[in-house]
């Protein structure tokens, strides 16, 4: 990795009428990273990929892909870019090597340079013997990686994801994640949006939060989970109203808050050494403590302590296929 930027975003800010779904974001994505934009549905990560990949006009802000100007040299960023939309945009009736080698023209390549680039992709997302199937009759890991193959036809500097996981299953996600890291060891930049915790956990060297339209948080994985405290613990009492207030100000935690049926605290320091007394606290003040669970700072803990709640099911859920494009 390089210190040589590939986004550079200033500023950027999206409304919809009245309603601003993207308020005032900035950062950077360097050259030869994977970076996570993760937020809960309507947090505004489509809103700002779409604006990077010129889909949305700008409206306020600055933002240079690979050194260009959005609004200035847009045709230059669109030649630098590679697309993964959320939903399967791929021609049912055409064979796969048809589609990457249909796209190829589209963008003007000529034939040798297409034909070696179809096969180098093929190769890449395993699908060589695929070659001649219909679209029809893959299966949909299949189909995101022969989008993932199109959208790197034009060898782009930076590959563009929005969502790419959503709606396939654990086994077939963590396969995309194989392919996704070896398009990166070939030096594409990659900018993924997703709602998944561990998909941003296990894949990017950066991570973005982003909430109500604003970056709550930004960092690699390790410091956004060590930034938050030694341990955290979850702790479910006969009163939590009662507990969260008895532990209030007790040496060693950082933060506790209820979360629906428990008690959420992080430790500065060691959770082990910790938990004895806040156990002969929570005793002193007769509640009687029901379970006890103490672990390591995980994602969904990050994003608990920034924004207040967590990334539940009911927020993330993979949407009815819903058009993207704004
Ligand atoms: N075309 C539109 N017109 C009006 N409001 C919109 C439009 N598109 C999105 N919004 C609103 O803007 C906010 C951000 O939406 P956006 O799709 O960017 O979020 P997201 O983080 O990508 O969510 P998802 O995970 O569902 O893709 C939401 O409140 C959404 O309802």
Same mark, same amino acid.
């Given at each position: 990795?390089?210190?040589?930027?590939?986004?550079?975003?200033?500023?950027?800010?999206?409304?919809?009428?009245?309603?601003?779904?993207?308020?005032?974001?900035?950062?950077?994505?360097?050259?030869?990273?994977?970076?996570?934009?993760?937020?809960?549905?309507?947090?505004?990560?489509?809103?700002? %990929?779409?604006?990077?990949?010129?889909?949305?006009?700008?409206?306020?802000?600055?933002?240079?892909?690979?050194?260009?100007?959005?609004?200035?040299?847009?045709?230059?960023?669109?030649?630098?870019?590679?697309?993964?939309?959320?939903?399967?945009?791929?021609?049912?009736?055409?064979?796969?090597?048809?589609?990457?080698?249909?796209?190829?023209?589209?963008?003007?390549?000529?034939?040798?340079?297409?034909?070696?680039?179809?096969?180098?992709?093929?190769?890449?997302?395993?699908? &060589? !013997?695929?070659?001649?199937?219909?679209?029809?009759?893959?299966?949909?890991?299949?189909?995101?990686?022969?989008?993932?193959?199109?959208?790197?036809?034009?060898?782009?500097?930076?590959?563009?994801?929005?969502?790419?996981? $959503?709606?396939?299953?654990?086994?077939?996600?963590? &396969?995309?994640?194989?392919?996704?890291?070896?398009?990166?060891?070939?030096?594409?930049? %990659?900018?993924?949006?997703?709602?998944?915790? !561990?998909?941003?956990?296990?894949?990017?060297?950066?991570?973005? %939060?982003?909430?109500?339209?604003?970056? %709550?948080?930004?960092?690699?994985?390790?410091?956004?989970?060590?930034?938050?405290?030694?341990?955290?613990?979850?702790?479910?009492?006969?009163?939590?109203?009662?507990?969260?207030?008895?532990?209030?100000?007790?040496?060693?935690?950082?933060?506790?808050?209820?979360?629906?049926?428990?008690?959420?605290?992080?430790? &500065?320091?060691?959770?082990?050494?910790?938990?004895?007394?806040?156990?002969?606290?929570?005793?002193?003040?007769? $509640?009687?403590?029901?379970?006890?669970?103490?672990? &390591?700072?995980?994602?969904?803990?990050?994003?608990?302590?920034?924004?207040?709640?967590?990334?539940? !099911?009911?927020?993330?859920?993979?949407?009815?296929?819903?058009?993207?494009?704004?």
């Amino acid at each position: 990795m390089t210190e040589e930027k590939m986004i550079e975003i200033s500023n950027l800010y999206h409304s919809y009428g009245d309603f601003e779904a993207v308020k005032g974001i900035s950062f950077d994505v360097r050259k030869g990273e994977i970076f996570s934009f993760l937020g809960p549905n309507g947090a505004g990560k489509s809103t700002a %990929i779409n604006v990077l990949i010129t889909l949305l006009k700008l409206q306020k802000g600055e933002v240079k892909i690979a050194g260009y100007d959005l609004t200035k040299e847009p045709s230059k960023v669109r030649e630098s870019i590679g697309i993964v939309f959320q939903e399967i945009t791929l021609d049912r009736d055409m064979t796969v090597e048809e589609t990457l080698q249909f796209h190829g023209r589209l963008y003007s390549m000529p034939g040798g340079l297409r034909k070696q680039r179809t096969d180098e992709l093929l190769e890449l997302v395993e699908l &060589k !013997d695929k070659r001649k199937a219909l679209i029809k009759e893959l299966s949909g890991g299949m189909k995101r990686r022969l989008e993932i193959a199109r959208g790197l036809m034009t060898r782009p500097k930076v590959l563009f994801l929005d969502e790419p996981t $959503i709606g396939l299953d654990p086994q077939t996600r963590m &396969k995309m994640w194989e392919y996704l890291r070896a398009v990166n060891k070939q030096g594409t930049t %990659i900018f993924l949006t997703t709602h998944y915790m !561990d998909e941003a956990d296990t894949l990017s060297d950066r991570i973005g %939060i982003i909430d109500h339209g604003k970056i %709550i948080a930004m960092g690699t994985p390790e410091s956004l989970k060590n930034g938050l405290g030694e341990d955290v613990i979850y702790i479910t009492t006969s009163d939590n109203e009662k507990a969260i207030l008895s532990i209030k100000g007790f040496p060693g935690i950082k933060e506790s808050k209820k979360k629906d049926r428990e008690i959420f605290v992080i430790a &500065k320091e060691d959770g082990t050494k910790l938990l004895p007394h806040l156990i002969h606290r929570l005793e002193e003040e007769n $509640i009687d403590v029901l379970s006890v669970n103490l672990k &390591k700072p995980s994602m969904d803990d990050v994003f608990m302590h920034y924004t207040g709640r967590e990334l539940r !099911d009911e927020d993330a859920s993979p949407q009815p296929f819903s058009p993207r494009r704004k």
